[in-house]
């Protein structure tokens, strides 16, 4: 167990390899708890591989890592437990209603029933969507959809959540209440791990790392990454450390 | 006779008005892109003209056929690549290619050249099967697919969609090319940048279109005054900006943000005395010129509805 | 012409890819056939029997002998007294009690008729009627040696004969049920799925607005699992005539005819299916449930339709496999041509002919 407390996630070259091909290429890095972390890579490059890991979902073929101070190998069920996680493909029971899907996910991550009822109010007063209570999702439009999505997926309050592309084909209204309320829950000490394709997001993380190929070509907060690269945009970073390969 | 011509289509699902009354335009040769979030109706307005869905009202010719009467002599004469499940995952890229030239009657040499600047990127992997493909390549491969018949016509629902930043940059480069050969196309994509790569383009939300013309016509209707502002803590000042009751909207923007005051042109000067009384250094407050988003953003706010309630966090007042 | 089949082609690709469907099409019918074939048995071997020997003389003697030298019976144990029969049943060792009246050969020699009392055990009635069968075979069999032998006029001749399975060979019933059970799959079940899949994987909007009429991709999908049921039956027939010994009495080119015909009934069935399932999953428990299901219950299969409730013989009557197994019966088992079988075949038609039409009724060239 990771006694340090202010690194939440350390990854010491982890490699998932499938057959003859390595999706993961011996990565290493930390994440410090409260940071906003983004995960920026091409497509195929190894993130959605490398979260995997990192969320219990899939063992590495060799390499170190632990979330939470639970080792991935070991105690991948400990992991699940204490994270929040939520991507672009899943997030709530379109069937269900607004209500029935915090109940049902808040029964999940451990909550007792007051709490549950007292998160419940919370949120849907917090999102404004009381309105909404009793609709079921697939009645809502998506920005409200992936909001309340995000709120769920930290509804016990984890150490830390996985956000996979969860601004994906969002209205810029509502991505931008998205990164407000990822902020809100950063500054309660929440670590965000988040990954995406919008390289103005990228710019609020505190520290970016991109992949290309299964390994970490950069990893470094914005700012120090435009000057390394020369460049005005993370979008001009992107672009450069890609081509480069 | 235009490519497409759209008058007064509107189409409900159930309780649910998916398009609202939509007219528009698209002349030949065009790269005409539909910019909207998810949900605003590009998936249905696409399967109209594609011929897949009938309207509830209104009239739509396509190189000059009806949509209704005419959809079979439609099929056989475009390309339509709808998003992200077009191709066949257990088929290899050669043989989803050959599938697809079969089907309209050509082969694959016949309009070689038409796919040649695409396919040189997909020929190492011509026997990989497509689902094996990463999201780029499969965007590159459906591409081919529904060019290698030579349509005059292309439509393209959502291609971009998930794919990263580079990969989108070279798709819209083969776009450009497509341009030369005289092939329309009509694209769909939720990321506002892309707007810039089209002829002309028309805003969509919510089943309505909030705009329809060149992209630089649609910048000149931002009539508000723009201001670039970044400071060392972009945390504090974008609430500072927000609780500031002077402010009119404060959006993020990557590393700055951008903002509008109530009272139109301001005075630099005071705004930056104002927020270094808050302790910001640092800062750098700038007049800049209204990008697409920022025109996107600024058209929903007009056309808002009940349903997306403006609270604090949206940074409005 | 070559536009369809570019698509055929493909089909067949998705076929030979997917691992899965592989097992289910080539598997699933050898380890049918082979478990029913040697596993299931219904037949009667090593039954135990008591024998009430009331007279023991020579006759009676000579009766058992003949019962227990078959493979059928054993002896667990003989009684001496009426009142030992209920315990015996009761321990639950034997399932048949023979009893020889007193003077069992003394009465036939003199009389010519004597009593033998077959008793089975019938909380199992299908094995009690093959007890009871077979026993008053061998017994029949008896009689007939003795009056060959002694040239006496017997009045009544009893002749028992299970006819056309003399040895009550499970796997004859089999085979026809089996058959119709594995084209089923095949045809009605893959169909409905291919076209779903396609369905829900959103490629089947690309092929709607292509060149491609409805028909084309009805067809395209269904050529390849036409031929490849046919194959499947193939495989069925030669096992069953090469492992189990299946004799196909009636032409081998009518039990061809009718096959295709059952598959073509399937596949209109299968592409039916497929026009009111929005997904893959929806389309396997219809036709999992809908159709795979009734059919091996209700067809006739395994259970005798003529013992079911006058209700659920009504239901019967819509399944095609029932009369499919009534026609291939008819022909491999008893001969029969089609002089005998052609009002099943008509219903056959009939079937294929009204699923082929709602179907073509359903199908959109829409999405909605």
């Not at chain 1, 988040?194 to 970490?216: K, L, P, Q």
């Not at chain 3, 012409?1 to 469907?21: A, L, Q």
């Not at chain 3, 019967?316 to 099943?344: C, H, Q, T």
Request: hydrophobic content about 45%.
């Amino acid at each position: 167990m990771n006694t340090d407390d202010k690194i939440i996630i350390s990854v010491n070259k982890l490699t998932k390899r499938f057959g003859h091909f390595t999706a993961v290429d011996s990565i290493s890095f930390d994440v410090y708890k409260g940071e906003i972390f983004g995960f920026i890579g091409a497509n195929g490059a190894g993130k959605t591989t490398a979260i995997r890991v990192l969320c219990g979902l899939s063992s590495p073929t060799s390499g170190e890592a632990s979330v939470a101070g639970y080792d991935v190998y070991k105690q991948s069920e400990l992991i699940k437990k204490n994270i929040g996680y939520m991507s672009q493909r899943f997030s709530l029971y379109e069937d269900l209603t607004v209500k029935e899907n915090i109940t049902f996910y808040g029964g999940i991550y451990g909550l007792t029933n007051a709490q549950i009822k007292e998160k419940t109010d919370y949120l849907i007063d917090l999102l404004g969507i009381t309105s909404e209570k009793n609709k079921l999702i697939k009645s809502l439009p998506l920005g409200w959809k992936q909001k309340l999505a995000f709120s769920v997926a930290v509804i016990h309050d984890p150490k830390i959540v996985f956000l996979d592309e969860p601004t994906g084909g969002v209205d810029p209204v509502t991505r931008r209440q998205f990164w407000d309320m990822i902020y809100e829950s950063a500054s309660r000490g929440i670590t965000i791990f988040v990954t995406t394709h919008y390289m103005d997001e990228a710019e609020y993380c505190n520290r970016i790392s991109m992949m290309v190929d299964g390994r970490i070509a950069a990893l470094d907060s914005p700012y120090l990454l435009k000057k390394e690269f020369n460049a005005s945009s993370m979008h001009e970073v992107f672009v450069k450390l890609a081509r480069a390969v | 006779m235009e490519a497409i011509e759209v008058k007064n289509i509107s189409k409900s699902f159930g309780k649910t008005l998916a398009l609202d009354n939509i007219s528009f335009d698209v002349a030949k040769g065009e790269i005409f892109g539909f910019i909207g979030p998810d949900g605003a109706g590009k998936t249905t307005l696409f399967r109209i003209l594609t011929t897949l869905l009938m309207p509830d009202t209104g009239r739509a010719h396509v190189l000059g056929l009806d949509v209704i009467k005419d959809y079979k002599k439609i099929r056989e004469s475009v390309g339509y690549m709808p998003g992200r499940f077009s191709l066949y995952q257990d088929l290899t890229v050669e043989e989803n290619l050959k599938f697809f030239a079969a089907i309209f009657g050509t082969t694959i040499q016949e309009n070689y050249n038409l796919i040649k600047d695409i396919y040189i990127l997909l020929e190492p992997f011509k026997k990989r099967r497509a689902g094996k493909l990463s999201g780029g390549m499969k965007q590159k491969l459906a591409l081919c697919c529904a060019l290698i018949h030579r349509p005059d016509l292309l439509f393209l629902d959502e291609p971009t969609t998930g794919v990263d930043p580079v990969s989108r940059n070279e798709f819209w480069e083969m776009l450009g090319h497509l341009k030369n050969e005289g092939i329309t196309v009509l694209v769909s994509t939720p990321y506002m940048d892309e707007a810039a790569k089209c002829d002309r383009i028309a805003l969509i939300q919510k089943g309505k279109t909030l705009g329809i013309d060149t992209l630089g016509n649609i910048l000149k209707t931002y009539t508000k005054k723009l201001y670039s502002i970044r400071s060392d803590n972009m945390f504090t000042l974008i609430n500072d900006l927000r609780a500031y009751n002077n402010s009119d909207t404060v959006f993020s923007f990557g590393d700055t943000l951008h903002y509008t005051d109530k009272r139109g042109e301001i005075s630099l000067t005071e705004l930056t005395g104002y927020l270094e009384s808050l302790n910001h250094s640092n800062l750098e407050i700038a007049s800049i010129s209204p990008g697409i988003e920022d025109c996107f953003m600024e058209f929903m706010g007009i056309h808002e509805n009940a349903l997306e309630p403006v609270t604090e966090t949206s940074g409005k007042k | 012409m070559k536009r369809f089949r570019g698509f055929v082609i493909k089909e067949f690709y998705h076929i030979f890819r997917d691992t899965r469907t592989l097992l289910i099409l080539f598997g699933m019918p050898v380890a049918q056939i082979l478990l029913f074939g040697f596993a299931i048995t219904n037949e009667i071997k090593d039954v135990n029997v008591a024998i009430l020997d009331m007279s023991k003389d020579n006759t009676t003697q000579e009766i058992g002998n003949k019962i227990l030298s078959s493979n059928y019976f054993k002896l667990y144990e003989n009684l001496s007294s009426v009142l030992e029969i209920e315990p015996a049943f009761k321990k639950g060792k034997i399932k048949e009690v023979i009893v020889f009246e007193p003077d069992f050969g003394q009465n036939l020699t003199r009389t010519g008729k004597a009593n033998v009392q077959i008793i089975a055990d019938a909380s199992d009635p299908n094995l009690a009627n093959m007890i009871i069968g077979y026993t008053s075979l061998i017994i029949s069999d008896y009689q007939r040696e003795l009056a060959k032998e002694n040239s006496f006029l017997f009045q009544i001749e009893t002749e028992i004969k299970m006819r056309f399975n003399p040895n009550l060979k499970s796997v004859y019933m089999f085979v026809p049920g089996l058959m119709s059970v594995i084209l089923l799959l095949v045809s009605a079940l893959m169909t409905s799925i291919s076209i779903t899949k396609e369905k829900e994987m959103g490629t089947m909007e690309v092929l709607l607005v292509s060149p491609l009429n409805p028909l084309q991709i009805i067809a395209g999908k269904v050529i390849p699992y036409l031929l490849l049921a046919f194959v499947n039956s193939t495989v069925i027939l030669i096992l069953a005539r090469t492992v189990f010994k299946v004799p196909i009495v009636g032409s081998l080119w009518l039990v061809v005819f009718e096959c295709i015909l059952f598959v073509i009934t399937s596949l209109s069935l299968g592409i039916m299916i497929s026009t009111i399932s929005p997904n893959q999953q929806t389309a396997m428990m219809i036709s999992l449930g809908g159709l795979i299901l009734p059919t091996i219950i209700l067809s006739g299969y395994i259970f005798p339709i003529d013992n079911m409730p006058i209700l659920l013989q009504i239901i019967s009557n819509f399944i095609p496999a029932k009369w499919f197994i009534i026609i291939i019966r008819g022909v491999m088992l008893k001969g029969s041509d089609l002089s005998y079988v052609w009002k099943e075949t008509l219903v056959l038609f009939g079937m294929s002919a009204l699923f082929t039409f709602i179907s073509i009724r359903n199908f959109k060239t829409r999405l909605g």
